[in-house]
T-cell receptor, first 112, second 114 residues
């Protein structure tokens, strides 16, 4: 079956540092890939997505590229802010209905 | 546009009881999915409903069930509660197109089983 593996946290960075959160997946066919973010006390929100190989999703300074050859979808941001502190989830989904498979989540803490 | 709402936000039950959780999707969204979030197992898909029919089902025992009404509102039910059912239950709604749509999540219902 499908599975998503992401680096365990917490990841602690200083403000303006470069962020990478690794995500790899195992799936049949050609899934769509997502990054969701959960801010403290809030629900999950879609951060970005990519629907086919070599697509780059981007939003709020975050980027991730769908790499089929390495089955990866790593999340990057050039300069993190304190407000980026949250839990980040990598996920995949297929066209057959709205069913997502999530990774375990990575907690990011950004210190001023 | 109002977001996804879930009621109640918090519940405390004892082992053996049953519980019903409710989810109202964003207006116009016809697909509703349910997820269980626990510290140990993370986010796991329970089931998805579309047009009052269960379209996808995750790997959970039959104690977990759900339904969807004609106005797209959905309920999930857990019977014979176990301690391990303590979790945050998230509902998500989405439009139904031919691609994987963005899912909009509600704030969740936190269930504690004593």
């Amino acid at each position: 079956g499908d599975s998503v593996t992401q680096m365990e946290g917490p990841v602690t960075l200083s403000e303006e540092a470069f962020l990478t959160i690794n995500c790899t997946y195992t799936a049949t066919g050609y899934p769509s890939l997502f990054w969701y973010v959960q801010y403290p006390g809030e629900g999950l929100q879609l951060l970005l997505k990519a629907t086919k190989a070599d697509d780059k999703g981007s939003n709020k300074g975050f980027e991730a590229t769908y790499r089929k050859e390495t089955t990866s979808f790593h999340l990057e941001k050039g300069s993190v802010q304190v407000s980026d502190s949250a839990v980040y989830f990598c996920a995949l989904g297929h066209n057959a209905g709205n069913m997502l498979t999530f990774g375990g989540g990575t907690r990011l803490m950004v210190k001023p | 546009k109002a977001g996804v709402t879930q009621t109640p936000r918090y519940l405390i039950k004892t082992r053996g009881q049953q519980v019903t959780l409710s989810c109202s999707p964003i207006s116009g969204h016809r697909s509703v999915s349910w997820y269980q979030q626990t510290p140990g197992q993370g986010l796991q898909f329970l089931f998805e409903y579309f047009s009052e029919t269960q379209r996808n089902k995750g790997n959970f025992p039959g104690r977990f069930s759900g339904r969807q009404f004609s106005n797209s509102r959905s309920e999930m039910n857990v019977s014979t509660l176990e301690l391990g059912d303590s979790a945050l239950y998230l509902c998500a709604s989405s439009l139904d197109t031919n691609s994987v749509d963005e899912q909009f999540f509600g704030p969740g219902t936190r269930l504690t089983v004593l």
